[in-house]
Structures are given as C-alpha cells and as structure tokens.
C-alpha cells in the first residue's frame, strides 16, 4: 500500500510539474503535428483511415519522444535540482521513487495522441472512428505505462552517467524507425524486425492500430505491452541496485 | 584590428566553452548518431510513400545534418552566456556586435560542413549514393554554403534569446519547419503553392536542390544560381539575426529584462 501511495502521489506531482514545463511541452505537442503533417503530404491519397493511423502513430512518436528526451535523463535531473541524494536515502526503495517520474514523463504523451488525434479531425476532416473502444481505452494506458517502464530501464541503466540525456536521445530516431509506427516494417530489413520486438512502442502502436481498424490481434498486443513493462520494471531495479551500490562504494552519486 | 580579435579569438574561446563539456563519446552520441539516424528514417519513409527515390532523401537530409549544430549551437551563443551569468558584461562590452556573434557563428559553420560531409559519406555508404568525382568540389561549396545560411538562421534564434529562455523549443520548431516545408523530405510540388513559395526564402531548400542535382550528375555551372540563392538566403538571414539582436539588446536594456526574459 504505502508503494502504491507513492507511487500515486509521485505520479500526479511530476505530471502537473512537466505539464508546466514548455519544453516537456513542445516535446509532445509537436511530433504528432509535425509528422501527421509529414504523413498528410507523403500519403496524400490515401484513405483516412491510413491518416487516421498516421496520427496515432505520431502520438506513439511524441510518448517516445519525451521518454527518450526527459526520461533517461531523469535522474540527471534530480541530480541537477540536489535531490537526488535525499531521494536515494529516504526509506521508500529508490525503484518506487523513481518509476512515477519515468510513467509520468511518458504520460504527459497523452497530449501527443489527443492533439494528434484533433489535428487530423479538425485540418484534414478525419473521422475518429474505432473499431474497438474498450480494446482502445485500454491500450491508450498500456503504451504509455510500458513506455514509462522502459525510461524507467533506461534511468536506472543511466544513473551513473550524466551524459544520460544525450544516451536517450540517441534511441529517438531508431525507435521511431524499426517500431512500425510511421514505417511499415515491410520496407526495412528484416534482421530490424526481431529487434523491434523488444521495444514497447512496436507493441503498443500495433495495439492501437489493431483496435482502430479492427485488424490484428490488439488484446494479445496489450498483453505483450504488459508483458514487457514488467521484464523492464525488474531489469531496472536490478540495475539501479547494482548502479546506486556502486555509486554508494565509489561515493560517486553526486559527481557522476 | 580589436574587431578581428573578437572574431576570431572570441570566437574560437566561445566555441570551446560552448562545447567544453564534449568529448569525443558524447559529441557521436548527441550529433554525429543521430544525424545518420534521422536520415535513415526519412529514407525508409520515402521507400514507403514511394514519391522520391533515396537519393532525393540522403541529399536534402545530409544538408539538414548541418542545421541542428548550426541553430542550436548559435542558441546557445546567447543562452550559453546567460547560463554562466556572462550575458550582462557581453551586453555591457564595447566590443563590435557583428564581430562578437559573427566570431561565435565561424565555429558553428565548420561544425555544420564537419557533421553534414560526415552524414553524405556514410549514407552514401549505407544506401548505395555514389557522387560523380567532377561533383565532389562543388558539393562541399554547397554544404559551406548551407551550413552559413542555417548558422544565419540560427543568428535570428539566437537573437530571440534575448526575449525568451527557451531557445531549446525555438531551435526546434525552426529545425522542423526545415524538416517538413525546406523541399528535404516533401517535395515542393506536394506542397500547397503558397508554402512552396515560401520554402524559397527558407535555408537549406536551395542547396538540397544543388545538392541532389550533383548527385545526379549536373555541373557546377548548372547548379550555380540554385548555391547563389543559398548564399543569398544567408546573408538575409544573417542581417536579420544581427539586427534582431540589436534591437533586442537595446529593449533589454531599457526594460532592464535582460537577465528575466
């Protein structure tokens, strides 16, 4: 219980603080408009559904995008506030501290699906129409929630570092490439595919798209988004174990 | 001569304090990665909306290489300043304003012919590009060419942070707009008419142009007036970011918002 008021409580603070924040805010709002702009010249033709799809897509990109932006270099800003010593030595495990930042930084990637989703309605007249809506409202979560554990995997991996930021960033463009979300996985070589599969975006966009067209098996892809969240929430901990003993031995915290 | 110190010492200095926390790891990671990456994205975009080839996209991205270091890196020309609590005695000197930030763009652009040769050579590598030997020279006068009117862009960003702290948001939504209407990943005929007008005015657009007529084999007499363009695109932009921050400059001083912008 007390990990779970924790996490709530955590969760809520860092989602009001980065929804304040202009550039956490940019972040999100202007991948889905940029690349369903992108989608909308590039696929001009196509039928709306495929727009549609696109604009889901750059929502994935923008949950993505803050992730890699903000959330490997979440504990760098702990670090760079003065508070992460304090945080790593409250009672509460470290873990249970940190994973509401990383849920919460791919969180606020719920503006980047709604504003790419009003976008696409309001500029190019796309019906939103879903095939299923409960598989909808639930993969909405799943995506970002398993998002947010694989920050949370790359903040423990990270911690030591404080070229954290600049590690995440590298991942933005690949990630956006192999997962199937703008790029049909049919145009790239397929060694990338086996690859994709260890990314929870490529579930989570699959899961998207199977619900808004009826296609694909959405349910089994939210399955694999939990399935996923869970073997990063444990790598994780397991890293930030390892990582902040060291750091502790080395008494390095502070100057990573 | 005090102006040709400021530019040239001020400049190297800045340039090293600007990036005195790089290392060779993590300027791969943060510019040389990512450039490739990006550019392999578009790429494969391009295969799958099938509306230009991969030289079209390795081309103008390759060129785009140059923006990010240019845009950011003359941002940062200003925020930089503020971060370390310099910007009030940068105001204050008397040093020459153009020999100041032209000093700080010299570095900027060879940063931006380093990062775009780089992502040419290995995305020519990697998806097959060949470029005609007799297209090497006027290629690289291309890049320098794009790479002084993406830093003169990045003048005008540097400008607007004097007014405003988020010059990171800035360099951004100029690098985007570069992305999607500069004629690299959209071709201008898909665009509507009035904002494949405008992409005239927009750095890079002329160059990708120049750039992927080499490629495919044009003279450099061909594509002269496609690089004079781009040239011309700098020098306007490049007056306006001069100008900008001195109007700016002024307005700080007299609303004494220098350091609360």
Partial sequence: MPFARVFAVGLALHFKMLSRSPFDLFVVIASPLIFATLAYFLFEGESSSSLLVAALASGVMGIWSSTTASGAGALQTQRRLGVLELLVGTPTPFWAVVLPITVAISGIGIYSLAVGLAYVRLFYGVPIVVDSWPAFAAAVPATIVSIGCLGFLFASALVRYRSAFQIGNVFEWPVWMICGL????????????????????????????GATL?????????????????????????????FLHRARVDATLALS | MTNLRVLTIGGLISYRALFGWLNPASYTLTILIPSLTQLAFFVFLGRAAHVADDAFFVAGNALVAAAAPSLFGMAQAVAGERYTNTLALIVVS?????????????????????????????????????????AVAPLALTILVTAFSCVGLGLFNASLGLRWRETGVLGNILLYVLLLFAGVNVPLDRLPSWLSTAAQGLPITHGAEASRQLVAGASFSHVAPLIAAEALVGVVYTAIGLTAIGLFEVEARRGATLEVA
């Fill in chain 2, 94 to 134: 008397p040093a020459s304003r153009p020999a100041l930030f032209l000093g700080r763009a010299l570095p900027a652009i060879a940063n931006g012919v380093v990062v775009s040769i780089w992502t040419f050579v290995i995305a020519g590598l990697l998806f097959g590009i060949t470029i005609p030997a007799h």
């Fill in chain 1, 214 to 242: 009826g296609t694909g098996r959405p349910w089994l892809d939210i399955a694999a988004c939990a399935a996923l969240a869970g073997a990063y929430l444990l790598a994780g901990i397991v890293f930030l174990r390892f």
């Fill in chain 1, 182 to 209: 703008l790029i049909p996985v049919s145009v790239l070589p397929g060694w990338l595919q086996p690859i994709s599969w260890l990314f929870a975006p490529t579930w989570g966009m699959s899961a998207l798209r």
